[in-house]
């Protein structure tokens, strides 16, 4: 992995392909590297990107990974679109209501 200064131009909405965007508020919110395989299943499904996430979302959605792996159990999708669901902003930024 290498660590790339983005230039002016460059939005984290729409990066370069290969390219994953992360910022502060993400490190904040609990994400860490490698991310889990529940998160990356959760984006790919609901077809939004890391850096899309607000802070609500990604802090709701890894500590929820955390409680269900504590628990033994793997979140999913399911799971969580059940106890609540991603709604976009006018700006894309992707944030959690719950239930």
Do not use: C
């Not at 850096?51 to 969580?80: K, N």
Request: aromatic content about 8%; overall charge positive.
């Amino acid at each position: 992995m290498v660590t790339i200064v983005p230039k002016r131009s460059d939005r984290a909405s729409l990066p370069p392909p290969w390219y994953l965007t992360i910022s502060k508020t993400n490190l904040r919110a609990g994400l860490r590297f490698p991310p889990p395989a529940e998160l990356i299943e959760i984006l790919r499904r609901s077809g939004v990107n890391l850096s899309q996430f607000s802070f609500r979302a990604m802090s709701m959605t890894v500590g929820l990974i955390a409680l269900f792996r504590d628990r033994g159990a793997t979140l999913t999708p399911e799971h969580l679109s059940r106890m609540g669901r991603f709604t976009n902003d006018t700006h894309g930024r992707v944030t959690y209501r719950s239930k």
